[in-house]
């Protein structure tokens, strides 16, 4: 016999905290801008001042072009600075629109290098109004880390993050922490095809030359990352920006079952180099038949991915994943830093997952009281039916919990089939820190959790290709059926649970809160009875203390 209060914390010591404070305190919005060399884009982001993360309410993205200096003099175009500034204007009143209470503007390496960059923003500021912070490459390579890290769950593994611009690569090592190592390369797509790529197919002696040109110009910057790692150490590459989101799709579109999102999403270097192979073979206007590249991107992916496939190499990575959170994003969560909403990047990563869960309740309009209360009685029985009701090692305990705390999200649109809008939500909304399958186990978890039990048919149940992960999702789904079981009433009467097994049966024994009648919930608990013997061949009984 033993007691299903949790002796483990729910998830981390600050849920508890995060769930506590949440009173739906307003956003804050703030928009950020980034003057990149082939494109400028924009942000809009909602900032939860209590849960200390930020939703992307709007994305736009211009191709300005700026990189297409002059030829002779490396100066900025009058061409090019007037599509800035009329993107600039359009921006201006997108983000007056939205109500923004502050806007941050970077400008990177094609205005740093350009002999009238300076004067190029004063420009800006004369006719629009605009400041503009020209950054520097390791600037630039910080924020990008801010941006990967608000992001993505760092753990306790080192991190090396890739970002191939139009006019420069930055190469960052860094950790849950800090930047280890922050390094940016006057190496870029766009930099490369100006000065490089003539005509196409290259040739196999300009092939070679280009690669050897990559190589050399990345070399200082991977001695200094190899520097800082341990011996033997490996760590996880992380990928983001154009190319590598470019790339991504390529890839994925030829897989069976696509990814929804590319953030998160794993490449390995033999998919990567059978990409460049077929993409070295194709001239700009095969390349722009693609679906998966935009003109703009068509002109300059190859030597983008030839960057890409360098630093692979040299760092001696077999696998990658994509992250679409970078520099923007990282001026976003810098604003946040510097304005007090977070107290440290340790503190925000040591919670990502909680945090987006929560924000994605909030923003689904779930009774966050009540899930938890579900997620309560979910991990209770976890951690007291291992070897009974599953055989999982640990990793489904927190797809569970958030699982728990969305199962419901679904209600608001159609309360008869709920659990199937829930997962349709839970699949296309943003859970920081989960890997894609990590994300599809969680709803898939929320979608088995009432009605019919998984059938080779579902979407839900196909989007699993593996054993272990449709026998966690099945596991950890049947848990959660119990735990919502007995989650009838607004206010919870279920106290604990105890739970009595044999080789022949499971008794279930619950306990009120104020001596109430639980005959409601002993009546919902054994509608699971069938469900436990199919699954685990046990006969399930209920009483009431």
Not at 408 to 429: D, F, P, T, V
Request: with cysteine; charged share 25%.
């Amino acid at each position: 016999m033993s007691s299903l209060e949790p002796n483990r914390p729910l998830m981390t010591a600050s849920y508890g905290n995060l769930l506590r404070t949440y009173e739906g305190e307003g956003s804050r919005y703030i928009a950020a801008i980034d003057i990149g060399t082939n494109s400028t884009h924009l942000l809009v982001a909602s900032v939860n001042p209590v849960l200390h993360t930020f939703n992307i309410d709007l994305a736009e993205k211009s191709t300005t072009r700026l990189g297409e200096t002059d030829p002779d003099s490396g100066a900025l175009t009058e061409l090019a600075m007037l599509r800035v500034r009329e993107t600039l204007q359009r921006f201006k009143e997108l983000v007056d629109s939205h109500k923004v209470e502050n806007l941050v503007i970077t400008a990177t390496s094609a205005v740093r290098e350009a002999p009238n960059g300076r004067d190029f923003l004063n420009q800006i500021k004369d006719q629009l109004g605009l400041e503009v912070d020209l950054i520097s490459g390791s600037e630039e390579a910080r924020l990008i880390y801010l941006g990967v890290l608000s992001g993505m769950s760092f753990g306790e593994r080192d991190h090396l993050l890739l970002d191939i611009g139009g006019g420069s690569t930055e190469l960052i090592l860094a950790d849950i922490r800090d930047a280890k190592a922050l390094t940016s390369t006057r190496l870029g797509a766009v930099r490369l095809q100006r000065d490089f790529v003539k005509d196409e197919p290259l040739s196999f002696s300009r092939l070679e030359f280009l690669k050897t040109f990559i190589q050399g110009s990345l070399e200082p910057a991977v001695n200094k990352i190899k520097r800082r790692l341990k011996p033997g150490e490996k760590p996880l590459m992380v990928a983001t920006s154009g190319t590598a989101t470019a790339i991504g799709s390529l890839i994925a579109c030829e897989e069976v079952n696509p990814p929804l999102k590319l953030h998160g999403y794993k490449l390995s270097k033999e998919k990567v180099d059978k990409l460049i192979d077929k993409l070295l073979k194709l001239r700009p206007d095969q390349r722009r038949k693609l679906a998966e590249l935009s003109e703009r991107r068509a002109e300059i992916i190859v030597p983008g991915a030839l960057i890409l496939q360098a630093t692979m190499q040299m760092m001696e990575i077999d696998e990658l994943v994509i992250s679409e959170r970078a520099l923007r994003e990282g001026l976003i969560f810098d604003w946040m830093l510097r304005k007090g909403f977070l107290k440290d990047r340790f503190g925000f990563q040591s919670s990502i997952r909680e945090r987006t869960v929560i924000h994605q309740a909030q923003r689904f309009a779930v009774d966050q009281r009540r899930a938890a209360q579900v997620a309560k009685h979910s991990l209770g029985l976890y951690d007291k039916t291992f070897g009974v009701l599953h055989q999982d090692s640990g990793k489904g305990r927190e797809l569970l919990w958030a699982a728990a705390m969305l199962h419901a999200c679904g209600q608001h649109i159609n309360l008869s089939a709920y659990h199937k809008h829930s997962w349709y939500l839970i699949r296309h909304g943003e859970l920081l820190g989960y890997s894609d399958i990590e994300h599809l186990m969680v709803a898939a978890i929320a979608r088995y959790h009432r009605r019919s039990l998984p059938k080779k048919r579902h979407e839900a149940w196909q989007s699993l290709l593996k054993r272990d992960h449709r026998r966690t999702v099945s596991e950890m789904a049947m848990l959660l059926r119990l735990a919502t079981s007995i989650d009838r009433r607004p206010e919870p009467v279920v106290a604990s649970i105890e739970v009595i097994t044999n080789l022949k049966e499971i008794t279930f024994k619950l306990h009120s809160q104020k001596n109430q009648d639980l005959s409601l919930e002993k009546w919902s608990l054994m509608n699971c009875s069938d469900n436990v013997r199919e699954k685990c061949g046990l006969i399930m009984k209920v009483v009431i203390s």
